[in-house]
């Protein structure tokens, strides 16, 4: 009889592990992978994952180059997940949007959808108040990447845009290699080689939610931005070619100030133009990569990150535009200004501003640029 209850626990016992056994294979921020396998054209997409010995997990899919979770401690020593994202990779085929993804063949806007490079006019497709915008409508963020993992810390992306894919020149092929520090960094670096003159500028568009909760708001965030200068905009969302000093005005965040303080102040002509902050800073940093960019943080969770790029320019967006239509992870519905995009860059509308730092990249050139984004806690 004792045998029989023994066999009859060890059979009890190996189906509750069995049930179970699915639970493991989340992701810490509950991801499944299986919601991230299938196949795009010819072909396929997966997620991946990176960890350090902290504890720090992120999460990428190599559809658009998305990162689709980024799981950091807070002062407390519990995992937040810190940025906006879905559940599996349908919703970013089927659901237009930016989360986590990595932009091109150009950033951010090109006036009227035109640029003239050595004397030829390239017309490009017009997807945001008559201008193109982060590469156009089928730009990198809806992309099938190559994808090599390394290790349980670094990911490669590979991908090659064809001469006249969203009517850009050359054929271009890009790399992208995601690593994750020990000391709670994400490093991006993005590499790029071309066969004919072309434009590139290259970013990541992760909308950060510092609380590690979609259903909170950025307005009292601190966030600090280490330029003296911005690029304003008309009514268009487009640069005028102006460059104006953030002195005296509510574009000044050379020290702590947060989010809310000042973002409905529609008196003042930026702020409407942009329907609050949606603007490039040119930064003090002149490329140098141990410089701090810009800080965010979050005095709930205590939460800081810290933005390092070799780019002159960053694009501080307030998720204005996020209006309760798009249900993210969790099953959370996003509402305005609940995250914040922090997104390196060349100025926008570069190719059309002569005067501005170049985009222009020649055969026999390597573009390369890079971007940090460190994390840490303010207990």
Request: charged share 25%; aromatic share 10%.
């Amino acid at each position: 009889m004792k045998k029989i209850l023994l066999t009859l626990v060890s059979v009890l016992t190996l189906f509750s592990c069995t049930e179970k056994a699915p639970i493991g294979k989340l992701t810490q921020s509950g991801l499944d992978k299986k919601n991230f396998e299938t196949t795009v054209g010819d072909k396929k997409t997966d997620l991946y994952v990176l960890t350090n010995t902290n504890g720090m997990e992120v999460c990428i899919t190599n559809f658009g180059g998305r990162i689709v979770s980024i799981m950091v401690p807070d002062k407390d020593g519990n995992l937040k997940d810190v940025v906006l994202g879905f559940d599996s990779v349908q919703d970013y085929i089927n659901i237009p949007s930016d989360f986590g993804a990595a932009i091109g063949r150009y950033a951010n806007r090109i006036g009227h959808g035109t640029f003239e490079l050595d004397g030829v006019k390239y017309d490009l497709p017009k997807n945001n108040f008559g201008h193109t915008l982060h590469g156009g409508p089928k730009g990198f963020q809806y992309v099938t990447f190559a994808a090599s993992q390394v290790d349980d810390k670094v990911l490669e992306l590979a991908y090659t845009a064809k001469d006249g894919e969203e009517g850009f020149p050359g054929n271009l092929n890009c790399k992208i290699t995601y690593i994750l520090s020990e000391d709670n960094a994400i490093q991006i670096k993005y590499e790029a080689e071309t066969d004919k003159p072309t434009v590139v500028n290259l970013t990541n568009h992760s909308y950060f939610n510092m609380d590690g909760d979609g259903n909170t708001k950025n307005s009292d965030w601190l966030l600090t931005i280490n330029g003296d200068k911005y690029t304003p905009v008309d009514s268009t969302f487009m640069t005028t070619g102006e460059i104006l000093t953030v002195e005296g005005t509510d574009m000044d965040f050379r020290t702590p100030t947060t989010i809310g303080s000042r973002i409905d102040n529609y008196s003042f002509v930026q702020l409407k133009n942009g329907n609050g902050y949606d603007h490039n800073w040119v930064l003090n940093t002149n490329g140098d990569i141990t410089k701090v960019a810009a800080t965010l943080e979050s005095s709930k969770t205590g939460i800081v990150l810290d933005v390092y790029t070799t780019e002159p320019g960053i694009q501080f967006y307030a998720g204005n535009f996020l209006d309760g239509t798009v249900k993210g992870k969790r099953g959370i519905v996003y509402q305005q200004r609940t995250a914040v995009c922090l997104e390196t860059q060349k100025y926008p509308d570069t190719p059309n501003k002569k005067d501005w730092p170049s985009a222009t990249l020649r055969p026999g050139e390597k573009y390369k640029s890079e971007t940090i984004f460190k994390f840490s806690v303010k207990k």
